[in-house]
């Protein structure tokens, strides 16, 4: 299965993608044409997930599933990181996109952004052998988990300084996987598992590489920590299974509550309820494309805007507004687009109390959402590659602050 993803990673990079450096952009908008179901919203972001699980896997795709290609066996740190710039450090709101191109390479561009658009033209700031990563919250550091030939192993880059290290050792037979930073920085969470990636245990080290130790033991399934609780106690688990069960981990108290089956944990805010679910419509669990309040304590969850009697519209991401009252979603026009050759996406506000649905001008095809002080940030589909547009706070239309020609992967924010 993890060969299958990759091969058709491969192809969506192949067909989008360019080792051409990021362009900057002007505060004007570009057109765009109808997003075909090949670049719509709900296939870039399997391809985002496509992509993270794909460079997971230590046999690369290959034209004859017969004779896999191994990949190059990464024995210095060296290897991992390509710097291209140094001393950076974020003077404010900034973006920090990942691109993906056509090597496979991952490139992380800072996008600092002004209250009505991009501040200042992008800058690259490394280029990674791709696997699972993190970028600490302040944007100093960044870690890997990269494929060594023995297993897989945790490297740090400093993004000020320009230095690498291993975090792990690489030990025949082990893999450390899923890195994710502490909420201050000093240390990093990471999956530890056996070639057969049956059982996952969690454990903790410190950024530099002393004082690890293990946190839970391990457990069937695990796939990957996908991030922290707003106040930084509890790791969200996402467990491989039929239902895809997602889980908060009390780091604390070592123990775990089970949210829902078929979900994924959009976005936080500060109080109970405090997650933002996005339900997806496979296999078991509610109905695809509700979003779904949680309270992760009291174990209470509250539906915020379901699926019409004839399935739609679905709702396919959201994300808080900063005062943690209103959310920016993505849903798609109607659920019959879902089988077209053409998927038509928009955004809308939703209140969080009452429910009530805005629907915002000028974001046919929005993909990623993200809610800050400056705006509403999302991705939308060009003829080829992605545009990173802003909706300003202080009302007026969507400006573009970057375009990529190759596929973006996610987006950060920092400091956050």
């Not at 765009?32 to 230590?58: E, G, L, N």
């Not at 056509?102 to 658009?117: C, E, K, W």
């Not at 049956?198 to 069937?220: E, N, S």
């Not at 969200?236 to 039929?242: F, G, K």
């Amino acid at each position: 299965m993890r060969n299958a993803i990759a091969a058709v990673l491969v192809v969506v990079i192949a067909a989008c993608s360019s080792s051409d450096p990021p362009a900057a952009t002007s505060a004007a908008s570009s057109s765009t044409t109808t997003p075909t179901a090949a670049s719509a919203t709900p296939t870039a972001a399997t391809a985002s997930t496509a992509a993270t699980a794909a460079t997971a896997s230590p046999l690369a795709a290959s034209a004859s599933p017969t004779a896999p290609v191994l990949p190059t066996r990464i024995t210095e740190v060296a290897q991992v990181f390509r710097p291209l710039t140094t001393g950076w450090r974020p003077t404010g709101t900034t973006l920090v996109v990942a691109r993906a191109v056509i090597s496979g390479d991952i490139t992380l561009v800072a996008v600092p952004l002004g209250p009505r658009g991009a501040a200042r033209a992008p800058l690259p700031l490394v280029s990674f052998v791709p696997d699972r990563w993190a970028l600490r919250p302040d944007g100093g550091a960044l870690a890997v988990s990269v494929w060594t030939g023995h297993g897989t192993r945790i490297a740090t880059w400093d993004v000020g300084s320009g230095a690498a290290r291993w975090l792990t050792s690489d030990e025949p037979g082990k893999s450390a996987l899923s890195p994710l930073w502490s909420m201050d920085g000093t240390s990093i969470y990471y999956l530890s598992t056996d070639d057969e990636l049956k059982t996952a245990a969690i454990f903790r080290i410190g950024a530099d590489g002393a004082a690890g130790r293990q946190l839970r033991v391990p457990l069937p399934r695990i796939y990957s920590l996908d991030g922290l609780t707003p106040d930084g106690g509890g790791l969200v688990i996402t467990r491989d299974s039929a239902r895809r069960w997602v889980e908060i981990f009390d780091i604390a108290t070592g123990v775990s509550r089970h949210l829902e089956d078929v979900a994924r944990i959009s976005s936080w805010r500060t109080r109970q309820p405090r997650a933002l679910l996005t339900f997806g419509g496979c296999c078991a669990g509610r109905p695809g494309g509700e979003l779904v309040l949680w309270d992760d304590v009291a174990m209470t969850s509250r539906v915020l805007a379901e699926q019409g009697k004839s399935g739609d519209p679905p709702w396919v991401d959201g994300a808080w507004d900063p005062s943690g009252t209103r959310i920016a979603a993505v849903r798609l026009e109607n659920a019959a687009q879902r089988a077209s050759a053409s998927i038509e996406t928009s955004l809308v506000v939703i209140d969080a109390e009452t429910g009530a649905v805005q629907p915002i001008a000028d974001t046919q095809g929005a993909g990623q959402v993200l809610w800050l002080s400056e705006g509403i940030v999302f991705t939308r589909p060009l003829r080829i590659g992605v545009e990173v547009m802003l909706l300003p706070n202080g009302g007026g239309p969507p400006v573009s602050v970057y375009k990529d020609s190759g596929l973006i992967q996610r987006i950060e924010v920092v400091p956050r």
